[in-house]
């Protein structure tokens, strides 16, 4: 740090290329078999989690006397930590070397579910389920980065391209996971196994870390800004903070003075890591790249509808039509199954037509929820739910075609120099869309009479927020990235 922070004056940052002309190096090495497997797992664990707790709830309530406000941090402590540490956790993957934050992480997510999964009492849940996202928060943007510099060309497009598969099914199946776990009800441990299951993967997972992560870590050894880590840190709580808790309190004072509050803090982070900072957390370079600037914007879209269709269709299922978590699970795989069709040939799809494939994607999107809008018009509240099944469809094969392609975009032209930011930025976009979605949408369903009618204008306004997508993703360029360039003599290379 010394090294880096020779007085107290900011440091002239050091000459460097735009993002985007500078591809990172092709990787020395081939990348070992395992590779993919082990980042994916922790991956998949996330996701799964994220959505699984939502399948627990009522058994947690009735085993740990839990009360509404337990249950609730139940599941925003995880959201709240995960979105907090995400810019603050790419750093530290710059700056300690990917592959040991990684494993920090991992190691810190199996604990944490040890901890969900024996919690005596509703407290000690909260706390588990808080570590949990911060382990996840420490997880998060390794993944990407180290895709991102152990992959180069098409193997680097079917990695993201796998990634995104493993993302999409952890949402999508979360909850029909989560039922069948609950209804076998293995060893008597009822909720307690939607945790448990993690310890067996994730020391498995630990195990293969050494051997088959290479490790890398940013060209020049970032300084941590503990000012930007401060400030980052409080913006996104209160901003998230609020968007999680507001609607089921009624948006009090308190939640709007935090959304004031999260506004100033941005700006002042913003204005720190641009002029003030010697070694920003964000580096501002970033957005001078149309295919990251534009690729964000696509990504917040995206985002913004994803965790808020997978809420209101949850509460229509088991609020509107009375089914219990493993039949709500199973309506849930038909966006499984469109889903798993595209989503393993979406990095094909990308090279033949570029940008155009995520449009396409949110356009069937778009079509998918005008036609379940339609089934849930015309079966009422009697007529059966698998008439939505065509429709959630077509929506599973529009989502495959956007989520790994659109990460791709935004991370192919980052620099090498700058890969851990981009990471920490692009994860930190993708939990804060989720729950303002969460947020905006929550206006629309509970504003209008009846569950029936509330599912139907949600999905009626997270149609036309597909077509904004489609809008955005004209802004990104036409075409691919540049061939990769050799790396500067001396340059760091991952290594086994």
């Given at each position: 740090m010394s090294s880096i922070l020779r007085s107290?004056?900011?440091?002239?940052?050091?000459?460097?290329?735009?993002?985007?002309?500078?591809?990172?190096?092709?990787?020395?090495?081939?990348?070992?078999?395992?590779?993919?497997?082990?980042?994916?797992?922790?991956?998949?664990?996330?996701?799964?989690?994220?959505?699984?707790?939502?399948?627990?709830?009522?058994?947690?309530?009735?085993?740990?006397?839990?009360?509404?406000?337990?249950?609730?941090?139940?599941?925003?402590?995880?959201?709240?930590?995960?979105?907090?540490?995400?810019?603050?956790?790419?750093?530290?993957g710059d700056r300690y070397g990917r592959r040991r934050v990684f494993a920090l992480g991992l190691a810190l997510f199996t604990l944490a579910s040890a901890g969900c999964g024996l919690a005596p009492t509703a407290g000690a849940l909260v706390a588990a389920r808080v570590l949990q996202g911060l382990a996840a928060a420490l997880t998060g943007p390794q993944v990407l980065a180290i895709l991102r510099t152990a992959y180069s060309g098409a193997a680097q497009a079917r990695a993201f391209a796998m990634y995104g598969l493993t993302l999409g099914v952890g949402a999508v199946f979360g909850q029909l996971i989560g039922g069948l776990l609950i209804r076998?009800?293995?060893?008597?441990?009822?909720?307690?196994?939607?945790?448990?299951?993690?310890?067996?993967?994730?020391?498995?997972?630990?195990?293969?870390?050494?051997?088959?992560?290479?490790?890398?870590?940013?060209?020049?050894?970032?300084?941590?800004?503990?000012?930007?880590?401060?400030?980052?840190?409080?913006?996104?709580?209160?901003?998230?903070?609020?968007?999680?808790?507001?609607?089921?309190?009624?948006?009090?004072?308190?939640?709007?003075?935090?959304?004031?509050?999260?506004?100033?803090?941005?700006?002042?982070?913003?204005?720190?890591?641009?002029?003030?900072?010697?070694?920003?957390?964000?580096?501002?370079?970033?957005?001078?790249?149309?295919?990251?600037a534009a690729g964000i914007l696509a990504q917040l879209a995206f985002w913004l509808g994803q965790a808020s269709f997978f809420l209101v269709l949850a509460l229509y299922l088991q609020q509107g039509r009375g089914l219990d978590a493993l039949g709500a699970g199973l309506v849930f795989t038909a966006i499984g199954l469109g889903y798993l069709l595209t989503s393993v040939t979406a990095d094909r799809l990308a090279a033949r037509i570029?940008?155009?494939?995520?449009?396409?994607?949110?356009?069937?999107?778009?079509?998918?929820?005008?036609?379940?809008?339609?089934?849930?018009?015309?079966?009422?509240?009697?007529?059966?739910?698998?008439?939505?099944?065509?429709?959630?469809?077509?929506?599973?094969?529009?989502?495959?075609?956007?989520?790994?392609?659109?990460?791709?975009?935004?991370?192919?032209?980052?620099?090498?120099?700058?890969?851990?930011?981009?990471?920490?930025?692009?994860?930190?976009?993708?939990?804060?869309?989720?729950?303002?979605?969460?947020?905006?949408?929550?206006i629309v369903f509970y504003g209008a009479d009846g569950f029936p009618r509330g599912f139907e204008l949600s999905v009626a306004a997270l149609a036309v927020l597909e077509l904004v997508l489609a809008a955005l993703v004209q802004l990104l360029p036409r075409t691919g990235p540049a061939p990769a360039v050799p790396p500067p003599a001396g340059g760091p290379r991952p290594s086994a």
């Open positions: 107290t004056r900011p440091a002239r940052r050091p000459e460097s290329p735009a993002p985007g002309t500078h591809p990172a190096p092709a990787p020395a090495g081939r990348p070992a078999r395992g590779l993919l497997p082990v980042v994916l797992t922790a991956t998949f664990m996330t996701a799964l989690d994220f959505f699984i707790v939502n399948v627990a709830v009522p058994s947690v309530q009735v085993d740990l006397r839990a009360g509404p406000a337990a249950v609730q941090w139940v599941i925003a402590g995880f959201g709240l930590a995960l979105a907090a540490g995400l810019v603050t956790a790419g750093r530290l076998a009800d293995l060893f008597g441990l009822d909720w307690r196994t939607c945790f448990l299951i993690n310890l067996p993967v994730g020391l498995a997972a630990l195990l293969l870390v050494r051997r088959c992560l290479p490790e890398s870590r940013a060209p020049r050894r970032p300084g941590l800004d503990p000012a930007g880590v401060v400030l980052v840190t409080l913006a996104l709580t209160t901003l998230v903070l609020p968007l999680i808790q507001g609607r089921e309190q009624g948006w009090p004072l308190w939640t709007w003075l935090c959304l004031g509050g999260s506004a100033v803090l941005l700006a002042a982070f913003g204005v720190h890591q641009h002029r003030l900072s010697a070694s920003p957390l964000v580096d501002t370079r970033l957005f001078r790249e149309r295919a990251f570029g940008r155009q494939v995520v449009a396409v994607g949110a356009l069937l999107m778009a079509a998918g929820l005008g036609l379940i809008g339609l089934a849930a018009y015309g079966v009422g509240t009697t007529g059966s739910v698998w008439w939505l099944a065509p429709g959630l469809f077509v929506d599973g094969l529009g989502m495959g075609m956007v989520i790994a392609p659109v990460t791709t975009t935004v991370l192919t032209r980052v620099a090498p120099e700058l890969v851990g930011s981009a990471a920490g930025v692009l994860a930190t976009v993708q939990q804060v869309g989720g729950a303002l979605g969460i947020a905006l949408i929550g």
